[in-house]
């Protein structure tokens, strides 16, 4: 997509706000609407933004601010074209304040003195209009069609534009988009909805883990606005935009390839202070309950409190538990572990477990089904009592 094309991309995907700007005679008037599917509501900014491309003087801001409150759908007289002084001719020439429009503006001229007379509209051709144009400095964007009507000298009955610049378009800043996954590590865990309606509080947090080379955060990149031309010659410039980089946004065990973030090792994603890390360790500061829901992480897990009843962990590392495991014994599937599972619990019991068995040791009998083989269980439990006495 070329430059031009991308800039025109971005600028039809800007919001339409439902606001016209209509002339009758040498008023001005604004119509504003309710929004429509896909419009954006209507604000004086935008309502001022319109009448900067229109000749306007005299503007009154209590009926145009009243205007764009009713959003009433109908035309607010808000001001008018007031004639240049000095003026000998029934008609002028108004540029707007961007200088982006040009009108040819009648002054309606009454018979008599009597004020119910009738008006006589001015009568200008297309080479009067032309020279007034060239004598206010328009050398861009005159509207040849619109003077097509002024060929032989015509009655001007209302204002007519005859000259149109070329306004600056916008770019569009640079974006960064978030994967789910990097979302959902920041949002609270909700319980999740089945397909039969049901509702699992306990519902796994398996969809917080990524593996290596997931996808983290894409970069959208800005495109460069273009610069317009206003109707005296002189450039109108575009915004400048505003780029972003992924390198800001890396952290532990991830690194930008183009333009995506991705995870390096398999892991739980995590934003600290602006940065995304995937953490091989899925550490649970109080007890495993409603508010994280069952764990399955390939990695080690570490739960600082309880483990409390009808949750489960399942982790490909080791499981650590500092309180106590409820209801947890060798016979569950609630605690697995690929390789070490070490429970430090409040009460005497020590519980070990190696590549998924889990064992119980009281503090001074060691008992093992024979499946453990080799296993220095003594040094274990001699392991477990230091760490458990700090």
């Not at 604004?30 to 229109?54: C, F, W």
């Not at 982006?100 to 008599?112: G, N």
């Not at 892991?267 to 890390?277: A, C, H, M």
Request: no cysteine; proline share 7%; charged share 25%.
């Amino acid at each position: 997509m070329s430059e031009d094309s991308a800039a025109d991309s971005a600028t039809d995907e800007a919001s339409v706000v439902p606001i016209e700007v209509s002339y009758e005679g040498s008023a001005v008037s604004i119509t504003v609407r309710p929004p429509a599917d896909g419009e954006e509501a209507a604000t004086l900014d935008h309502a001022m933004h319109e009448l900067a491309s229109s000749p306007v003087s005299n503007l009154n801001r209590e009926s145009l601010s009243r205007a764009v409150r009713n959003q009433a759908g109908s035309p607010t007289m808000v001001g008018e074209v007031a004639p240049p002084r000095g003026l000998e001719e029934n008609w002028f020439i108004a540029i707007s304040s961007n200088r982006l429009t040009a009108y040819v503006v009648p002054i309606p001229t009454k018979v008599t003195d009597d004020p119910d007379a009738p008006t006589i509209a001015p009568e200008v051709s297309a080479s009067q209009i032309r020279k007034q144009l060239g004598e206010q400095g328009v050398t861009n964007g005159v509207l040849n069609d619109a003077l097509t009507a002024f060929t032989d000298r015509s009655e001007l009955t209302s204002m007519v534009q005859v000259a149109q610049g070329q306004a600056a378009v916008e770019g569009r800043d640079a974006e960064i988009e978030r994967a789910e996954t990097v979302l959902l590590a920041t949002e609270n865990h909700e319980p999740v909805v089945q397909d039969d309606g049901s509702v699992d509080h306990h519902a796994t947090m398996a969809q917080q883990f990524v593996d290596e080379g997931t996808v983290l955060a894409t970069r959208i990149p800005p495109i460069e606005g273009r610069e317009g031309l206003d109707i005296v010659g002189n450039p109108k410039p575009a915004r400048k935009v505003r780029d972003l980089t992924l390198q800001s946004l890396v952290g532990q065990n991830t690194e930008v390839r183009g333009e995506e973030l991705l995870a390096t090792s398999p892991g739980r994603p995590s934003v600290r202070g602006g940065k995304i890390d995937v953490l091989p360790i899925f550490a649970v500061e109080g007890d495993l309950d409603y508010s994280v829901g069952n764990i399955d992480f390939q990695g080690d897990v570490t739960v600082r409190g309880d483990v409390k009843p009808g949750f489960s962990i399942v982790a490909s590392g080791s499981v650590t538990v500092s309180g106590m495991t409820e209801h947890a014994n060798s016979t569950r599937e609630d605690l697995r572990a690929g390789k070490q599972f070490i429970t430090v619990n409040r009460d005497p019991d020590i519980v070990v477990g190696v590549a998924g068995v889990v064992v119980h040791v009281a503090p001074k009998v060691v008992t093992a089904p024979p499946t453990i083989g080799q296993v220095p269980l003594i040094e274990k439990v001699e392991q477990l009592a230091f760490f458990k006495r700090r």
